[in-house]
T-cell receptor, first 115, second 115 residues
Framework: AQKVTQAQTEISVVEKEDVTLDCVYETRDTTYYLFWYKQPPSGELVFLIRRNSFDEQNEISGRYSWNFQKSTSSFNFTITASQVVDSAVYFCALTLNTGGFKTIFGAGTRLFVKA | GAGVSQSPSNKVTEKGKDVELRCDPISGHTALYWYRQSLGQGLEFLIYFQGNSAPDKSGLPSDRFSAERTGGSVSTLTIQRTQQEDSAVYLC?????????????FGPGTRLLVL
């Protein structure tokens, strides 16, 4: 079975703190794709990053960084020096290469960044 | 268009009535997805279109739900005999082609409330 687990339901930090959002996935497929999306209060999901299962290289984009580890089936997301505008719900998602390309989303982590 | 558009943005209906939700994907995007997001929940996959065909309908929760796509563009999600548990935000997304690694671009959603 395929599954995405975001164990953190809500996280609250003070501005300028670093915060890591955890994502653990389950699949037996060898080819798959992992995504992070941000859903601000406006409601529209915004794509942040995509990783395929053959690319374990970590990535940094400005204040965002992602740590993909196949050994632990994790794809964690870190925001450095958080800002109030980072307040949103963040979703981790898994898309398989088979079965109609269904995308499975985690339950999301709600991040509150206080000034 | 510039992005995925959905209409109506909000819909209030009475239990037992039928509703139609519309999605207009990004021009040139051949893949189209429907998701449902219930209050405080993650995203639940409903159906996926490649062109006009729907190779994966596995997520439709009951036979009251149906979707079609004509001309490889606009899609309509129909819910017949609505129930209160159908209340949710219905999100549509599109991607350029049928590769599972393609980024999905989401619309603003339709907020459905069944009284």
């Amino acid at each position: 079975a395929q599954k995405v687990t975001q164990a953190q339901t809500e996280i609250s930090v003070v501005e300028k703190e670093d915060v890591t959002l955890d994502c653990v996935y389950e699949t037996r497929d060898t080819t798959y794709y992992l995504f992070w999306y941000k859903q601000p209060p406006s409601g529209e999901l915004v794509f942040l990053i995509r990783r395929n299962s053959f690319d374990e290289q970590n990535e940094i984009s400005g204040r965002y960084s992602w740590n993909f580890q196949k050994s632990t089936s994790s794809f964690n997301f870190t925001i450095t020096a958080s800002q109030v505008v980072d307040s949103a719900v963040y979703f981790c998602a898994l898309t398989l290469n088979t079965g109609g390309f269904k995308t499975i989303f985690g339950a999301g982590t709600r991040l509150f960044v206080k000034a | 268009g510039a992005g995925v558009s959905q209409s109506p943005s909000n819909k209030v209906t009475e239990k037992g009535k039928d509703v139609e939700l519309r999605c207009d994907p990004i021009s040139g995007h051949t893949a189209l997805y429907w998701y449902r997001q219930s209050l405080g929940q993650g995203l639940e996959f409903l159906i996926y279109f490649q062109g006009n065909s729907a190779p994966d309908k596995s997520g439709l929760p009951s036979d009251r739900f149906s979707a079609e796509r004509t001309g490889g563009s606009v899609s309509t999600l129909t819910i017949q005999r609505t129930q209160q548990e159908d209340s949710a935000v219905y999100l549509c997304a599109s991607s350029l082609n049928r590769s599972p690694g393609e980024t999905q671009y989401f619309g603003p959603g339709t907020r459905l409330l069944v009284l």
